[in-house]
């Protein structure tokens, strides 16, 4: 039986996961089932590689990130996304916050050290055959193309997988989630695990 969003447990749902986890799958639902409101990450570096007028590439987010982390310290990107909630509470009165896209542990202590239990970290996980494949369906322009006319190859899909986790510590982040959601089968599977793990069902 499909579990109903009753009033959710936490403010601030972060996520966390590699590419092709799910995590924007989830934040949709969170968003369409109980209220939240989604506040990406990248978008908060999105904002500055535009600032710049540098194109939309990973390895540009990548660069600007990193930037943002070494002027402002590790936890640099999270702090424009609590500054970005607040705006939007002033305004609105959304159930909570999906923060989608944690990098590193220190990003979730900022959260952790700000609002306390309210805060529960989510990791997305699916397995790397799985995630290649819905990244070569999605083809995310400047994401999930090496190139302008060439595909992402499993090759480099596993390069950009080894860089995400050597740049960011993600791995360390995914290690010190709360709940770890495993995504590799269907949306209504995932549909019900999100939705448990909010509401606070075992």
């Avoid at 310290?73 to 009165?93: D, F, H, N, S, Y």
Wanted: net charge positive; proline share 3%; with cysteine.
């Amino acid at each position: 039986m499909r579990h109903r969003c009753r009033k959710p447990k936490y403010k601030y749902i972060l996520l966390v996961g590699l590419p092709g986890s799910g995590k924007d799958v989830a934040a949709k639902i969170l968003e369409k089932e109980c209220n939240y409101r989604v506040i990406v990450m990248s978008e908060m570096v999105r904002e500055r590689v535009i600032e710049k007028g540098l194109p939309e590439t990973r390895e540009n987010f990548r660069r600007v990130g990193l930037e943002l982390r070494e002027e402002l310290g590790p936890a640099a990107v999270a702090l424009l996304c609590m500054k970005r909630a607040e705006e939007i509470e002033r305004t609105q009165r959304p159930a909570g916050f999906v923060i989608n896209g944690i990098r590193n542990i220190e990003e979730i202590d900022a959260f952790k050290k700000r609002f306390g239990d309210s805060v529960l970290t989510i990791a997305v996980l699916a397995s790397k055959k799985v995630r290649f494949d819905r990244i070569r369906k999605r083809g995310r322009k400047g994401f999930d193309l090496m190139h302008k006319f060439r595909p992402l190859s499993y090759e480099d899909f596993l390069k950009q997988d080894r860089e995400e986790l050597q740049l960011f510590d993600m791995g360390k982040a995914i290690a010190w989630a709360d709940v770890f959601i495993v995504n590799d089968g269907s949306l209504n599977e995932l549909v019900e695990k999100v939705l448990s793990v909010v509401s606070g069902d075992p």
